[in-house]
C-alpha cells in the first residue's frame, strides 16, 4: 500500500468504475436494442397471424399463415395453417352436402309432382268409372222397368191366347153342334 500513491489507487478505481458504468450502461442499450427487435420480430409474426385469422374470419380459406423464425410463432402459425386446410375441406364437404341435397330435394319434387299427376289421373279415373256405374245402374233400372213391361205384356198375350184358345174351342163345340143340328 506505501508503495502506490493513494491517489493513483484512488485514480484508477474511478476510472474502473467509470469503465464498469459505461459497459453498463452499453449493455442496457444493446439488451434494450435486442430487446425491441426481438419483440418486433414477435410483433410482426403476431401481426401476420392476425391478419390471416381475420381474414379466414372474413370467409377466407386460402392461403398460410407464414412467420419468420423457428420458435412457438412458427407452431402456432403452422397449427393455424392447419386449422384453415381443415376448416376448407370441411367446407367444401358442406358445399358438395348441400349441392347434393339440393339435387336431391329437386328430385323429391319432380317425384312429387308425378306422384300428384298420377293421384289427379287416378281420382279422374274413379269419377269417371262412378259416372260410369251411375249410368249402368239407371240403364239396368230402365231394363228392369221394361222386362217388366214386357213380362206383363207377355201375361197378357199369354192370357189372350187362352182366352183365344178357349174361344176357338166353344167355336168348335158350337160348330158341332150346328152340324149335329143340322
Known sequence: ???????????QAKDIRSVTITMVVIACIIAGVVGVLIASGIQRNMKRISRKLVDVANGDLT????VKGKDELRSLADSATHMIHNTSKLVGKVNNATAQLDESAKKVSTVSDIIS????????????????MEKQSENAEICMERMDILSNDMQEVSDVTKKVGNFVEEAEKMIEEGVQIV
Open 1 to 11: 500500500c506505501a508503495l502506490v500513491p493513494m491517489h493513483t489507487v484512488v485514480g
Open 63 to 66: 392461403g398460410t399463415v407464414t
Open 117 to 132: 299427376d298420377y293421384s289427379a289421373n287416378i281420382i279422374k279415373a274413379i269419377n269417371e268409372i262412378n259416372t260410369g
